[in-house]
């Protein structure tokens, strides 16, 4: 079964902390992985992209990685503020066109 | 306008009811999605369409009724939804099925 897995569910820092989150699959066989933030209520923002063929994305304070053998992307935010206190998603895509989400890491950066 | 467009954004229906949630997209994609986000679930695909063309259904009640009658609208048209069916729902649009999606601000939709 495939599965994406993101972990911590929910997080708290101090503002100016460096952070990771991470997300898991199950079946590696992937076509690209999608970095998404939501806002309460509100649509998702997409993030990052990384084709299965790359092993990172940056855009800003944001950079993604991706390691297919181990199943696992990580998304790293430098400098963290107030304003990137959202729900993180991470979202799968596979060949066969399945788009698989994780539930989320609520993240809240404390000022 | 600009991006992905969802009309309305919020929805209250009875079960009886018969109702339209519309998508647009202003970015000359080619692929539309339709979402659906419960709480404390992951996001759910329902609908994928490819050049107007259905090409995925995760096994979605047939409550739910997709129409896409070009490459920028997609419709959900809904009727005797169940209060489960409450949740967020969402559209996106990509270039292509496999390429970076981008989304609408969702219609909170309510079954009373």
């Known amino acids: 079964k495939q599965e994406v897995t993101q972990i911590p569910a929910a997080l708290s820092v101090p503002e100016g902390e460096n952070l990771v989150l991470n997300c898991s699959f199950t079946?590696?066989?992937?076509?690209?992985l999608q970095w998404f933030r939501q806002d309460p209520g509100k649509g998702l923002t997409s993030l990052l992209l990384i084709q299965s063929s790359q092993r990172e994305q940056t855009s800003g304070r944001l950079n993604a990685s991706l390691d297919k053998s181990s199943g696992r992307s990580t998304l790293y935010i430098a400098a963290s503020q107030p304003g990137d206190s959202a729900t993180y998603l991470c979202a799968v895509i596979y060949r066969d066109d399945k788009i698989i989400f994780g539930k989320g890491t609520r993240l809240h950066i404390l000022p | 306008e600009t991006g992905v467009t969802q009309t309305p954004r919020h929805l209250v229906m009875g079960m009886t009811n018969k109702k339209s949630l519309k998508c647009e997209q202003h970015l000359g994609h080619n692929a539309m999605y339709w979402y659906k986000q419960s709480a404390k679930k992951p996001l759910e695909l329902m609908f994928v369409?490819?050049?107007?063309?259905?090409?995925e259904n995760n096994s979605v009640p047939s409550r739910f009724s997709p129409e896409c009658p070009n490459s920028s609208h997609l419709f959900l048209h809904l009727h005797t939804l169940q209060p489960e069916d409450s949740a967020l729902y969402l559209c996106?649009?990509?270039?292509?099925?496999?390429?970076?999606?981008?989304f609408g601000p969702g219609t909170r939709l309510t079954v009373t």
């Open positions: 079946d590696s066989a992937i076509y690209n």
């Open positions: 996106a649009s990509s270039r292509g099925e496999s390429y970076e999606q981008y």
């Open positions: 369409y490819s050049l107007e063309e259905r090409v």
